[in-house]
T-cell receptor
Framework: DAGITQSPRHKVTETGTPVTLRCHQT?????MYWYRQDPGHGLRLIHY???????DKGEVSDGYSVSRSKTEDFLLTLESATSSQTSVYFC????????????FGPGTRLTVL | EDQVTQSPEALRLQEGESSSLNCSYT??????LFWYRQDPGKGPEFLFT???AGEEKEKERLKATLTKKESFLHITAPKPEDSATYLC????????????FGKGTKLTVNP
């Protein structure tokens, strides 16, 4: 257990509404990640953070923004949700030494109607 | 072009029937290969890291091996509780902070 929680665990929303997903970790890891997982695509990186207020884009960042004001929290925001953003979202932290393994949270299932 | 390819997409085994899953990758200068197990409705669970060709890691009925262009996850005498999707991942061309995942192999072990 890497001490990662995600909230909410399930959410149904409507197209055009803003949505924020939260990832919380308890072990002060520097790197945190947001992925989405879709059938036929596997896990794809959305954004990641390498410190407080330090973030960078991943493979599928369009339509998403992130913020990290505290080490323990990494927020993913969909400014205006679309049906194509229906997915399962996973947060991860990088903890392993020396090979930088990533450890995942339980996921948030988001449905955009 | 996919950097990580897993095969087969799905595999059905009888309990006790050993087999192997494959993960091939195209990234240059490998900086680690990671295997995960994912159960339905849960996040991926870390299994192994392999870093150099010839390296092997074992955990219960699982053994992971690595060559210069692929990795195998060998499952010996599997049990129904080994049923899961197995994912492999490698650091992408952009650096070790970005993992590129394969699409996974869904393993079903029938009693």
């Amino acid at each position: 257990d890497a001490g990662i929680t995600q909230s909410p665990r399930h959410k149904v929303t409507e197209t055009g509404t803003p949505v924020t997903l939260r990832c919380h970790q308890t072990e002060n890891h520097r790197y945190m990640y947001w992925y989405r997982q879709d059938p036929g695509h596997g896990l794809r990186l959305i954004h990641y953070s390498y410190g407080v207020k330090d973030t960078d884009k991943g493979e599928v960042s369009d339509g998403y923004s992130v913020s990290r004001s505290k080490t323990e929290d990494f927020l993913l925001t969909l400014e205006s949700a679309t049906s194509s953003q229906t997915s399962v979202y996973f947060c991860a932290i990088r903890a392993g030494l020396p090979y930088n393994e990533q450890f995942f949270g339980p996921g948030t299932r988001l449905t955009v109607l | 072009e996919d950097q990580v390819t897993q095969s087969p997409e799905a595999l059905r085994l009888q309990e006790g029937e050993s087999s192997s899953l494959n993960c091939s990758y195209t990234v240059s200068g490998l900086r680690g290969l990671f295997w995960y197990r994912q159960d339905p409705g849960k996040g991926p669970e870390f299994l192994f890291t392999l870093y150099s060709a010839g390296e092997e890691k074992e955990k219960e009925r699982l053994k992971a091996t690595l060559t210069k262009k692929e990795s195998f996850l060998h499952i010996t005498a599997p049990k129904p509780e080994d049923s899961a999707t197995y994912l492999c991942a490698v650091p992408g061309e952009g650096g070790s902070e970005k993992l590129v995942f394969g699409k996974g192999t869904k393993l079903t072990v029938n009693p």
